[in-house]
């Protein structure tokens, strides 16, 4: 490891454990001398802090048997950078402030009788005004919050009375500003960056963040200043070894032919372009970080030779630039005489990469559970905590789960049964009780019908407050069904309730 007083340190390895285990190396070298002071460590999103954590313990003590991971204080980016602009500036502008989206939606309603445009007054047309109103605010609120981070240019240049192509936007910021009277993050930053350049303190222990793909400007900058310093390493999960950041889709290829100066962009990896903008835009902007990199050695050594599942192949390829790696032992067993139906069989026993069509969220998890219990059954050494389900928006299955699953957090001895854990979903979406309560809230404008009464009936702790046990519980679905509760005798009644 190279020694540096204060410098950014890029980590990149397509494999996410080898970066783990190089951050807890450092971890163990670099211990505070405060023996009771916890080491800090910057994690990509909570999901990650836990399975960081599990890896940590399962790490080889220095005595035999598993370690133990304590005293490390795990922390979100936004989390960091609120301590950093507390610390330097001593406000709370960097972190929201009177600008947070829950107070900003307010500020906004009561703002927008007063906004002259065409537009929100079109969208506002209707009887619906009040819930139109509340809605836009709250759009807008989400908006603004990512104007202050992304785009703080566009902030300030409102601000300046400067035309930029979204004039009411802007006169709704300004009069928005206005009665705030605060200064926001985008007029701060320029000062914290000041502040952490000119503080030549250096921390006791180097930083550490981990697993991020992508980061916000102003915070980047922020870890830039404080690596002037400090050491600051930052383990980026760089799915490609070599320089990729020039690649594009074949879409944008074709929407800039007649531009002479694309012409050396190249495709690739098609799969590595289509799915990692977001990872390809930090690589750029990395690169003009002037950073320290060092890259993972078993990267350099690819394609591995022993790799024989179709998902190490995928893997290598994207890791190499290579994607014609893929199917290349196919080929040359075809090109040496090989039926193809003989390879056939071969290839669909090959379980690392599967893809299932499925009608819907219900059907996934239920295919889900038994390509589970199937690798469960076919490797006696898997073990549950060893599974890690990942969705693009793993809360649009959260009222599944349950169904399919059985009760999360339940361990039974019975091999049908996995037990389950629901990660980065906010409590309102995977409480029962907090979904039971705002179902309650809408209930003044539905029908009220049996179905809905019913559900209150299944979250357990409105059963135990009106103490109704299961059978009661039945007694009552039984009574309603017989009564043939129904919100209307027919279609005319029904149209006017």
């Not at 330097?88 to 947070?100: K, N, S």
């Not at 200064?183 to 006791?204: G, W």
């Not at 038994?370 to 299955?397: E, F, G, K, T, W």
């Not at 357990?460 to 009574?479: K, Q, S, T």
């Amino acid at each position: 490891m190279k020694e540096n007083p204060g410098a950014l340190i890029v980590h990149r390895g397509s494999r996410t454990e080898r970066l783990a285990d190089a951050l807890a190396q450092q971890l163990e070298v670099q211990r505070p001398a405060n023996p009771l002071a916890a080491q800090t460590i910057v994690v990509a999103h909570p999901g990650l802090k836990r399975w960081l954590l599990g890896r940590f313990a399962q790490r080889g003590g220095p005595h035999g048997g598993h370690g133990i991971a304590a005293n490390i204080e795990m922390i979100l980016p936004w989390q960091w950078f609120e301590r950093t602009a507390r610390r330097a500036l001593g406000d709370e502008a960097l972190i929201g402030g009177a600008y947070r989206h829950e107070l900003l939606r307010w500020r906004l309603l009561m703002a927008l009788p007063a906004l002259k445009a065409a537009e929100v007054s079109a969208y506002l047309a209707g009887d619906d005004v009040a819930r139109r109103s509340f809605q836009l605010a709250e759009h807008l609120a989400g908006l603004y919050t990512q104007y202050l981070i992304y785009r703080p240019d566009w902030i300030l240049a409102w601000e300046q009375s400067e035309p930029h192509g979204r004039d009411w936007q802007a006169a709704l910021w300004r009069q928005v500003q206005a009665g705030i009277k605060r200064p926001h993050r985008a007029q701060r930053s320029a000062a914290l960056l000041e502040a952490l350049t000119a503080n030549a303190q250096p921390a006791d222990t180097p930083l550490h963040v981990f697993g991020v793909s992508h980061l916000p400007p102003d915070v980047l900058q922020a870890l830039q200043a404080t690596a002037l310093h400090t050491p600051v390493h930052l383990y980026f999960p760089d799915p490609c070894r070599e320089y990729w950041s020039d690649l594009r889709s074949r879409r944008f290829q074709l929407t800039q032919a007649g531009d002479p100066d694309a012409l050396y962009y190249e495709i690739g990896h098609p799969l590595l372009v289509a799915l990692g903008r977001i990872a390809q835009d930090f690589c750029i902007t990395l690169d003009d970080c002037n950073a320290i990199e060092e890259r993972d050695e078993l990267d350099e050594a690819e394609p591995l030779p022993g790799a024989t599942s179709l998902l190490a192949h995928l893997q290598s390829s994207i890791r190499c630039l290579q994607p014609e790696l893929v199917g290349a032992a196919l080929r040359e067993q075809v090109e040496a005489g090989f039926n193809v139906a003989d390879l056939l069989p071969a290839l669909r026993s090959d379980a690392s990469l599967r893809v299932h069509v499925c009608h819907t969220r219900l059907r996934e998890l239920e295919v889900l559970k038994n390509a589970l219990l199937r690798c469960l059954a076919d490797d006696p050494d898997l073990q549950h905590r060893d599974i890690v389900v990942m969705a693009p928006d793993i809360s649009a299955y959260a009222p599944y789960l349950a169904a399919v699953f059985g009760e999360p957090a339940q361990y039974r001895n019975d091999p049908l049964h996995v037990p389950w854990h629901l990660a980065d979903v906010g409590l309102a979406r995977a409480h029962p009780l907090m979904s039971a309560f705002a179902q309650v809230l809408d209930l003044a404008e539905s029908r009220f019908t049996v179905s809905e009464v019913l559900d209150f009936l299944d979250v357990p702790a409105v059963a135990r407050r009106f103490a109704i046990d299961p059978g009661g519980r039945d007694a009552l679905e039984r009574w309603l069904r017989r009564a043939r509760v129904a919100c209307g005798l027919d279609a005319k009644m029904k149209a006017e309730a």
